[in-house]
């Protein structure tokens, strides 16, 4: 039986590493994001009958659409990666209007949340039940960088959302756990590759690591069986200041 998986934001980045991984590994993946050309060139490299559905996450009914696309072609749904994000300004908070933070928080804690919701809906319903859905925290998630509040917020609301619906899911044979990554080279990471604003006030240049070696992580994660969970994992670059005192 063919195994179906979902990964959200999936154009560039990790989400894109992911799925050629999972592609690679046997997993048939629906590749989404809003960006049409560049999915449907994610999915055309991943091979494997990978398939490209424009969603934004951000968007209820496209989230509907998308999932009920995905049960009417393949009856299933074996896996989500919620890896759609966008980050905020680096600027004071009393700077940002109000739309900047209801953008963030749609895409980036409302987005996940809907998603989460269709994939309870599905999993619940098929033969066999359950499934694993994997979200994408941060680092962030832990410990804020200066100026971040809306993108900040966001990431440590994710892990409230994967911790409940962990438990939700237990009764279904759905297994839920996170991903928060540091510093992973995608486009996200242009202030650390010129210089990063610090909790003291200084300007540092920080290590990243290859996205490769989160999609990898992320396909562990994937092919535990159901009765086995990694709840939460951080994959960060060795030196980037984070640990201790910087």
Known sequence: MKQIAIVTGASRGIGRAT?????????????????????ALVAKEAGNDALAIVCDVSDPESVLSLF???????????????????????????????????????????GVFYCVQQAFRVMKAQNPQGGRIINNGSISAHVPRPNSGPYTATKHAVTGLTRSAS??????????????????????AT????????????????????????????????????????????????????????
């Open 167 to 188: 438990l939700d899911g237990r009764a279904f044979n759905i297994a839920c756990g996170q991903i928060d990554i540091g510093n992973a080279d995608t486009n996200m």
């Open 68 to 110: 009920e696309e995905v049960e009417s072609k393949f009856d299933r749904l074996d896996l989500l990666f919620n890896n759609a994000g966008i980050p905020s300004r680096s600027v004071p908070i009393e700077e940002l209007s109000i739309d900047e933070w209801r953008k963030v928080v749609d895409t980036n804690i409302s």
């Open 19 to 39: 799925a050629i991984t999972l592609a690679t590994k046997g997993w048939t993946v629906i590749v989404t994001g809003r960006d049409k050309d560049a999915i």
């Open 191 to 246: 202030s650390q590759r010129e210089g990063a604003i610090q909790a003291n006030g200084m300007t540092m240049v920080e290590p990243t690591i290859n996205p490769q070696i989160v999609a990898d992580a992320v396909l562990y994660m994937s092919e535990l069986p159901l009765d086995a969970n990694v709840q939460f994992m951080t994959v960060l670059a060795t030196k980037m200041p984070y640990i201790g005192r910087g």
